[in-house]
């Protein structure tokens, strides 16, 4: 297999000979001769294409999009985009909602246009294209084209409205060269040959879900267009990039020429990467294990030379991997301990302020200088609080105080019915 891929409850695989293969939940014929999602549980191939190569594929929940060559070979030739399967949003770019069962080519990327796409990818109901010029010299032109369900602004039209045809984004700059493009389930992401990155759709293009909107600081809402990420405050752009690739809700980005890797958007089960299970809002950097340095080969002149180095070799390559074994079980160990203290820290704070615990939550003291001034920092949180979280902080100390009155209460009493049982033992003695 050249290539695989997956989406939904489908996945596909290009063979070395460019055949494309499907199994899972795929579009086939139905007894009236319509279209109906059946469940394949070994790979069939799609006859439509012979005697010509699919190069890439996307696929979202019930849709297929193909970029094929003209012949059985693709080197430097034109190709072109093919769709089929449901097509209820337009996410064949079809120009209607009608639902194929056969692949279709999409006609603003046919042979006549001036236009070539490149990349592919799909969301659950859109999709999304990188296409480039045709014989435009030594300048290179790229522009992304996304149709199909807008809902969340997963398009970057600037609006909610769907696209039956492919639309361009028009407010990705026309001087950047765009080198990859994914969609999560609602949103997409397109990283050009500089590092620069832009998102949109769900939850300002970073695809989290809307019970993650941090709307009390006013960062939530769709993004409906184009959202620049930067990978650092002081450096927007990810250097040496390479690739994009998008989860249902979260987005991560390889560069460095592949060194290195960024994620953001929802941290649930660990996807970030990161040692953590919270939402990022910005990129983080991925924990890569601790490389080890490649061994330095020396010039050997006999064979008993070359058995004593390999043999060093072997010692060398086992301590460092014992020493790696250790220091990741010892990170484990501390990631373990970081996450129940900051499971507790989440219950405590959301107990007392009704939200849960947000590394922004941490005093600007103790951030700084890693000290903290309790009684200045709570007499700062007092005046900045508004008085909705006054309120809920007097219920909250009011409660716990009666608590302890009442604790306090009950065992004042258990000691004076003691002390009247003692007594009344002693006057029958």
Same mark, same amino acid.
């Given at each position: 297999?050249?290539?695989?891929?997956?989406?939904?409850?489908?996945?596909?695989?290009?063979?070395?000979?460019?055949?494309?293969?499907?199994?899972?939940?795929?579009?086939?014929?139905?007894?009236?001769?319509?279209?109906?999602?059946?469940?394949?549980?070994?790979?069939?191939?799609?006859?439509?294409?012979?005697?010509?190569?699919?190069?890439?594929?996307?696929?979202?929940?019930?849709?297929?999009?193909?970029?094929?060559?003209? %012949? =059985?070979?693709? =080197?430097?030739?034109?190709? !072109?985009?093919?769709?089929?399967?449901? &097509?209820?949003?337009?996410?064949?770019?079809?120009?209607?909602?009608?639902?194929?069962?056969?692949?279709?080519?999409?006609?603003?990327?046919?042979?006549?246009?001036?236009?070539?796409?490149?990349?592919?990818?799909?969301?659950?109901?859109?999709?999304?294209?990188? +296409?480039?010029?045709? @014989?435009?010299?030594?300048?290179?032109?790229?522009?992304?084209?996304?149709?199909?369900?807008?809902?969340?602004?997963?398009?970057?039209?600037?609006?909610?409205?769907?696209?039956?045809?492919?639309?361009?984004?028009?407010?990705?700059?026309?001087?950047?060269?765009?080198?990859?493009?994914?969609?999560?389930?609602?949103? %997409?992401?397109?990283?050009?040959?500089?590092?620069? *990155?832009?998102?949109?759709? !769900?939850?300002?293009?970073?695809?989290?879900?809307?019970?993650? &909107?941090?709307?009390?600081?006013?960062?939530?809402?769709?993004?409906?267009?184009?959202?620049?990420?930067?990978?650092?405050?002081?450096?927007?752009?990810?250097?040496?990039?390479?690739?994009?690739?998008?989860? +249902?809700?979260?987005?991560?980005?390889?560069?460095? #020429?592949?060194?290195?890797?960024?994620?953001?958007?929802?941290?649930?089960?660990?996807?970030?990467?990161?040692? $953590?299970?919270?939402?990022?809002? %910005?990129?983080?950097?991925?924990?890569?294990?601790?490389?080890?340095?490649?061994? @330095?080969?020396?010039?050997?002149?006999?064979? /008993?030379?070359?058995?004593?180095?390999?043999?060093? @070799?072997?010692?060398?390559?086992?301590?460092? /991997?014992?020493?790696?074994?250790?220091?990741?079980?010892?990170?484990?160990?501390?990631?373990? #301990?970081?996450?129940?203290?900051?499971?507790?820290?989440?219950?405590?704070?959301?107990?007392?302020?009704?939200?849960?615990?947000?590394?922004? /939550?941490?005093?600007?003291?103790?951030?700084?200088?890693?000290?903290?001034?309790?009684?200045?920092?709570?007499?700062?949180?007092?005046?900045?609080?508004? &008085?909705?979280?006054?309120?809920?902080?007097? !219920?909250?100390?009011?409660?716990?105080?009666?608590? *302890?009155?009442? #604790?306090?209460?009950?065992? $004042?009493? $258990?000691?004076?019915? #003691?002390?009247?049982?003692?007594?009344?033992?002693?006057?029958?003695?």
């Amino acid at each position: 297999m050249c290539s695989v891929k997956a989406g939904g409850m489908m996945s596909l695989a290009i063979d070395n000979r460019g055949t494309l293969w499907m199994w899972g939940n795929i579009p086939q014929e139905s007894k009236e001769g319509g279209l109906s999602i059946v469940s394949s549980f070994i790979p069939t191939p799609v006859w439509d294409f012979h005697g010509r190569a699919v190069v890439k594929v996307a696929c979202g929940n019930e849709h297929v999009v193909a970029l094929v060559s003209a %012949t =059985e070979s693709h =080197e430097d030739e034109d190709l !072109m985009c093919y769709s089929w399967g449901n &097509n209820s949003h337009g996410q064949l770019g079809l120009g209607d909602r009608q639902s194929r069962l056969h692949p279709e080519v999409v006609k603003i990327f046919d042979e006549e246009t001036p236009w070539t796409t490149y990349e592919v990818a799909c969301g659950a109901f859109h999709t999304a294209l990188l +296409a480039r010029k045709k @014989k435009t010299g030594d300048t290179l032109e790229s522009m992304c084209w996304t149709f199909g369900l807008s809902e969340n602004g997963q398009l970057g039209h600037g609006t909610t409205q769907s696209a039956l045809f492919p639309t361009p984004v028009k407010e990705l700059p026309q001087n950047a060269y765009l080198i990859s493009v994914d969609c999560g389930l609602f949103h %997409t992401s397109v990283v050009s040959s500089t590092g620069d *990155v832009w998102s949109w759709g !769900m939850e300002k293009g970073l695809g989290l879900c809307p019970d993650a &909107n941090r709307s009390e600081t006013g960062s939530g809402g769709d993004a409906l267009s184009p959202f620049p990420i930067s990978c650092k405050p002081n450096q927007p752009i990810f250097p040496g990039p390479v690739k994009v690739v998008c989860g +249902a809700a979260h987005t991560v980005v390889v560069a460095q #020429k592949g060194h290195e890797a960024w994620s953001w958007g929802r941290g649930r089960s660990g996807v970030l990467g990161n040692g $953590k299970e919270m939402d990022s809002y %910005t990129p983080t950097i991925v924990l890569w294990p601790p490389a080890t340095e490649d061994l @330095k080969e020396e010039e050997l002149k006999s064979s /008993d030379e070359q058995d004593k180095v390999a043999e060093k @070799k072997t010692e060398v390559i086992t301590e460092t /991997d014992e020493k790696l074994t250790s220091a990741l079980t010892e990170l484990k160990l501390l990631q373990s #301990k970081l996450s129940i203290m900051e499971k507790y820290a989440s219950i405590l704070h959301g107990s007392i302020f009704g939200k849960p615990f947000d590394e922004q /939550d941490i005093p600007v003291s103790m951030r700084n200088s890693g000290s903290l001034d309790i009684a200045k920092e709570w007499d700062n949180m007092l005046e900045a609080a508004d &008085n909705r979280k006054l309120v809920r902080m007097e !219920m909250f100390y009011r409660d716990m105080l009666a608590g *302890v009155k009442d #604790k306090l209460m009950k065992r $004042k009493i $258990k000691e004076i019915i #003691k002390e009247c049982l003692q007594s009344s033992e002693v006057n029958n003695n």
